[in-house]
């Protein structure tokens, strides 16, 4: 079953993804109280776009990074606490009914932290990290930004990220803290990596 009448606030990290992000934030507005695009530094129109589109939109001047942007994304959905607050990406790889799916886990108490799988990886370095948190923390693919959380486990922890561990450090510290993380596999329209990690 899935669940589309939970109070979801989803939050978009975008830099300079005007072809896709007007079609990904209207794809969502029918099933998520809040849409916050981050427009993170953008030099072409993506914060319009995502505006036009029905988006709340928090722009920085310069290019700040995922991670940053993310965080202020999250304080943003904070201040109405909704049920569920969720990342998904601007590039329009996910689809929203695998967010749908992810969701119905965390409001039908399954879980507190949901993440998406994604079929496959391309880089080996996201492989090792993959390995790695999948043995030590039960998170398979850390780096996928289709992830959903109970809105408990940011209030308990108080962040979304202060290192740069591109999306990856609130799931990892609510598993640290005892959090029920379950994994899904997703379908991915386009396999992008954020290279960033490995440069």
């Known amino acids: 079953m899935i669940l589309t009448n939970s109070k979801i606030t ?13 079609e990904v ?27 036009e589109a029905g988006a709340i939109v928090i722009s920085h001047d310069v290019n700040k990074g995922y991670d940053v942007s993310v965080d202020d ?3 943003k959905a904070a201040e109405h606490k909704p049920a569920i607050i969720a990342t998904f990406d601007a590039d329009g790889q996910h689809q929203v009914g695998d967010l749908l799916k992810l969701a119905d886990l965390v409001k039908s ?5 949901a993440i998406g799988k994604r079929p496959n990886f391309t880089h080996v370095m996201e492989r090792i990290f993959a390995f790695y948190t999948s043995w030590r923390f039960n998170i398979p693919d850390p780096l996928v930004g289709l992830k959903v959380y109970s809105y408990k486990v940011y209030e308990k922890i108080g ?3 202060t290192m740069d561990l591109i999306g990856s450090q609130l799931c990892i510290e609510a598993a640290k803290a ?10 991915v329209l386009r396999a992008l ?7």
């Open 73 to 75: 994304g999250f304080k």
């Open 25 to 51: 934030v209207r794809s969502l507005v029918l099933y998520c109280n809040e849409i916050i695009v981050v427009n993170d530094g953008s030099s072409d129109d993506t914060g319009k776009k995502a505006l």
């Open 178 to 187: 005892g959090f029920k993380i379950v994994s899904l596999p997703i379908k």
């Open 10 to 22: 989803v939050v978009i990290p975008a830099f300079n993804e005007e072809k896709t992000i007007g």
């Open 193 to 199: 990596i954020r290279v960033i990690l490995f440069e």
């Open 109 to 113: 108490g399954q879980a507190d932290v």
């Open 159 to 161: 962040h979304f990220a």
